[in-house]
């Protein structure tokens, strides 16, 4: 099982940069890198929340669940 993160898209969606999304989320770059990459291993609901509100954007539309092969 594999969950995806898509951040990258939604920020190409709405032609913003990592740098204006890491101040608008106001959590570290380091943090978001980690999820872009997809080493998080976990994500709190606040972070979800910020994520979702300077995306404005659902939790589905940048998380993805994809079974294993």
């Known amino acids: ?39 998080a291993k976990a994500i709190r609901f606040s972070t979800l929340d910020a994520i979702c509100q300077v995306l404005e954007c659902q939790p589905g539309d940048i998380l993805r669940w994809v079974p294993d092969d």
Request: glycine residues 6%; without cysteine.
């Open 1 to 39: 099982m594999a969950i995806i993160v898509d951040i990258d898209v939604q920020l190409a969606k709405r032609k913003m940069s990592v740098g204006d999304f890491v101040a608008a989320v106001n959590i570290s770059a380091a943090n978001i890198s980690v999820l872009k990459n997809g080493r």
